[in-house]
Structure formats: C-alpha cells, structure tokens
C-alpha cells in the first residue's frame, strides 16, 4: 500500500506539472486528435489482454505453461489488432474527416506491440505484491517521458508530442520489466491452459471490452458531432477528473485484488475487507470531489490557463459522476475475485445498454449537456448494479454499504453548501473566493471527523503507519 501510494501520489505531482507545462504548449486541437482514436486504442489493448491477465491473478498456482501459453496469445493478438488499425486508419481519418489522423494512429498503434511483451511480467509482480518495483519503474518511466514531450512540445511539434510521450511510456517499463525479472517464455502453447484460463477469462474480456467501449463512447461521439477542440477541452476535463477520483481508488484496488484472490473462500473477511475499503474511499475521496467542483475555475485558470476555461463546466459535472466511479472497482473486483466472471459479463451488458442509450440520447437531444447528464446516470445505474452483486454473491447487503457511506456523504454536501453560500454572499474575487471556499470546507469536514470519530475516519487513520501519526506520540507523552 505505501510503494503504491507514492507511485499514485507521485505520479498525480507529475501528471499535474506536465499538465500545466503541456497546456501552454499544446492546444485543445492537439489533445482532441489523441482523445478521438482513445477508443480504439483501448480496445485493441482489451483484445490483447483477453482477459487473461486477470485470470492468471485469480489462479492461486499458474504455472510456467499458463505464463507460456498467454504470453504468445498476447503477441498474436497484438500483430492481428495493429494489422487491423493499420488499415482501418484511413476509414477513420475520413470518419472524423480529419486526414492527420490516419498517420497518427498508424504510429501510435505499435504501443500494440510493445504493451503485449510486458502484460505477463506486470501480473507477476502484482500477483506476487512486488508494487515496489511497479512503483519505481512507473515513476522513472514518467520522468522521462514527460521531459521528452516538453521538449518536442516546445519545438512544434504538436499532436506528435503527445504519441511520442504514449510509446515511451510503454516501452521503458517492458523493456525494464523483461530484464529484471530474468522470466522468459517457454516454446510451448498448451490448448490444456489455454482453455482452463479461458473460461474465466473469455468473460472478462467481454467485461473489459464492454467497459472500455463504454468509458470511450464519449470521445467517439463528441469527435464526430462536434470537432477536435470541443474534444479537447472535454478530455482535458476527463483526465483532470480521473486523476483525482482515482486517486485513492486505484492504489487500493491494486493492492486487494490478488488479497480478494486469496481469501475468495472466506467471505466473511472478504465482506470485512470490502467494508474497510469502500468506507476509506468515500472518507477520503468524497472531500477532494466536492473540493474539486467548487474551486474548478480557480484550478483551471491556475494550471492551464484561461484558454481552458471551457473544460470547467466539463470537469464539475463529470466529478459529481466521478463520487461512484471511486467506488464501483471496489465492488467490480470482488466478484471477478470469487470467479464469477459470466456473472459479470451479463450484468456489464445491462449497464453498458443503460448507460451507453443515456449518453447517446442525451446528446442527440439536449447537446453536450445532455450527455453529460448521461455520464452521471451511466455512472451511478452502473455503481447500483455492483453493490447489488456482491450483496447477492458475498453477503454485504446493498443496504448495508449505502448506510455505511451515508455519513460521509452528507458531511460533504453540507461542508460543500456552506462552502458555497459562503463565496456566494462575500463576493470575492476568483482565487480569494477558491481559498475561502477551502478553508471554510476542511474546517467544517475536519471538525466532524475529530469531534465525532466516525468509523470512516478511525478506518483511514488506521492505514497510516504509526511513526507518522504525531499526535498519538504526543497524546502518549502527557499520559507519561
């Protein structure tokens, strides 16, 4: 958890510098060209993956022929899926009617290629919980990657910058992780593994595939209704989004998973752990989204100039979807870990169905705002169906979980609202008004948990390790 946390947090410091750095060099344009082939990149990697990668987590003893069979299945899928991008490319240039987008996606697809030779030694190391060299390598390979995209940034070269930054960030960890760890495939396909890992990991291809669909269904619809900049300053508004709801989410969700695989035949530790988790979530992330939408304009102005005014309306919509989004993995992860995959599968089709014919009307009939609107449907029908899954298969009443956030919940919007009738009745200029806000929230959020100790706060201070927690050293010393 702590190798994670500095991987994320670090991680979040330097995606916020390039995002500042590359928002004044970049353009919107630039960014709305990446963010319309996102999709299908996205679903070229879930074709590659297959599934298999969650499966070899979930098998408590995968052996050299597991690791063998897969990895082989990656390289293929990944030569057929380049092949296919490589020649759809034209077809979609003339798609968004943009003919750059023909080149650019021809070079970017060979992430294809090297993200297939890495995806056996990453689940490795996280089966094994080794997240201290996932959280080195990831952070170097950051670093790099950011300082080369300035630099081509700086000399004009626009949209190439940031397909230039996708390859060098695939291609240091899989050269790194394919040295260091010394594992090599052996010459050996066996049809045995191969459908042994299949029938969990077919349904959670078709799982990963409709997600992914799903989650970039946006991109696709905005690039070709709209225009590259619109598209821009939606993605810019997304990524900011999901920089901060996944924040916490991701580093917890890396580390329990393979502890979800282990302890799959004992669901009252599983409900235990479920609990713990999503109450440390909301504690922890339901401030900083609420935080987040009322000082949106302040930060973006800050960050990324006024030329990015127009992501603000964007980016507080798509946080207030964000507060589920934090918590669906939580959920989604422990049926994936007791294996009921197919399970998934036929409950992902409803939410995608729901959620993909929310955003889609939405936008046909009330233009962004009602895509947007659809978003925050897609995402909450899709956190309902999750909880009410795993009250079904491990036990922790959908009830219950809601009960349990619920006060968290209602400490947030009412430290948000008073926040907000605050800066709306001083009248302050745009950062005095951010800064009050702030204070005016944390005072409010802080106060609650340190005058009434909810279950909440006691779980997020337990995760702290005790040589940093001063005022318990303190506490101890007067008791002395």
């Known amino acids: 958890m702590v190798w994670t946390s500095i991987q994320r947090f670090m991680g979040m410091g330097i995606s916020f510098i390039s995002g500042i750095i590359l928002a004044r060099l970049l353009t919107p344009y630039?960014?709305?060209?990446?963010?319309?082939?996102?999709?299908?990149?996205?679903l070229a990697e879930s074709?590659?993956?297959?599934?298999?990668?969650?499966?070899?987590?979930?098998?408590?003893?995968?052996?050299?022929?597991?690791?063998?069979?897969?990895?082989?299945?990656?390289?293929?899928?990944?030569?057929?899926?380049?092949?296919?991008?490589?020649?759809?490319?034209?077809?979609?240039?003339?798609?968004?009617?943009?003919?750059?987008?023909?080149?650019?996606?021809?070079?970017?697809?060979?992430?294809l290629f090297i993200y297939s030779f890495n995806i056996i030694q990453k689940n490795q190391l996280r089966?094994?919980?080794?997240?201290?060299?996932?959280?080195?390598?990831?952070?170097?390979?950051?670093?790099?990657?950011?300082?080369?995209?300035?630099?081509?940034?700086?000399?004009?070269?626009?949209?190439w910058a940031l397909v230039t930054q996708n390859l060098i960030t695939a291609a240091i960890p899989a050269l790194v992780f394919w040295f260091y760890l010394k594992w090599r495939p052996a010459l050996v396909f066996s049809w045995k593994s191969f459908k042994e890992l299949f029938s969990f990991g077919f349904y959670m291809f078709l799982t990963h595939l409709l997600n992914s669909f799903g989650q970039q269904i946006q991109g696709l619809l905005i690039g070709k209704v709209y225009n590259p900049t619109t598209m821009g300053y939606y993605s810019k508004a997304h990524g900011t989004e999901k920089l901060a709801s996944n924040s916490v989410s991701s580093i917890m969700t890396q580390v329990t998973y393979p502890l979800y695989a282990e302890a799959q035949d004992n669901k009252p530790m599983m409900i235990n752990m479920i609990k713990r988790i999503t109450m440390t979530l909301s504690y922890l992330?339901?401030?900083?989204?609420?935080?987040?939408?009322?000082?949106?304009?302040?930060?973006?102005?800050?960050?990324?100039?006024?030329r990015w005014l127009s992501s603000v309306p964007y980016f507080q919509?798509?946080?207030?979807?964000?507060?589920?989004?934090?918590?669906?993995?939580?959920?989604?992860?422990?049926?994936?870990?007791?294996?009921?995959?197919?399970?998934?599968?036929?409950?992902?089709?409803?939410?995608?169905?729901?959620?993909?014919?929310?955003?889609?009307?939405?936008?046909l009939w009330f233009g962004m705002k009602g895509l947007l609107v659809g978003v925050i449907i897609n995402n909450y029908f899709s956190y309902f169906v999750n909880i009410s899954l795993v009250s079904k298969h491990v036990g922790y009443r959908w009830t219950r979980q809601l009960l349990d956030i619920m006060p968290v919940a209602i400490a947030s919007i009412v430290a948000a609202i008073v926040s907000y009738g605050c800066g709306y009745f001083l009248h302050l200029d745009m950062y005095p008004d951010g800064i009050v806000k702030l204070i005016v929230y944390l005072v409010i959020y802080l106060g609650w948990s340190f005058i009434f100790k909810p279950e909440a706060y006691t779980y997020s201070i337990s995760i702290i390790p005790a040589k940093f927690k001063f005022w318990e050293k303190k506490g101890k010393k007067i008791n002395k």
């Open 30 to 42: 630039d960014y709305g060209c990446i963010g319309m082939l996102s999709i299908f990149m996205v």
């Open 47 to 111: 074709f590659i993956d297959g599934g298999f990668g969650a499966a070899l987590i979930q098998k408590k003893r995968p052996t050299q022929e597991d690791y063998s069979t897969i990895f082989y299945w990656n390289l293929g899928m990944a030569v057929l899926m380049y092949t296919i991008l490589f020649f759809s490319a034209p077809a979609i240039a003339r798609f968004y009617k943009i003919p750059l987008l023909c080149s650019v996606l021809r070079v970017q697809g060979l992430v």
């Open 127 to 159: 089966k094994s919980l080794n997240f201290k060299i996932l959280s080195i390598v990831t952070l170097v390979t950051s670093l790099i990657s950011l300082g080369i995209t300035i630099f081509l940034a700086y000399k004009g070269f626009g949209v």
């Open 285 to 306: 992330t339901f401030p900083i989204m609420f935080i987040l939408i009322l000082l949106a304009k302040p930060i973006f102005v800050l960050l990324y100039s006024e």
């Open 317 to 363: 919509v798509l946080c207030l979807a964000g507060l589920a989004n934090c918590l669906m993995a939580v959920n989604l992860q422990t049926i994936s870990a007791i294996g009921k995959s197919k399970v998934m599968f036929v409950w992902t089709v409803v939410k995608r169905v729901v959620g993909i014919g929310a955003i889609v009307l939405g936008l």
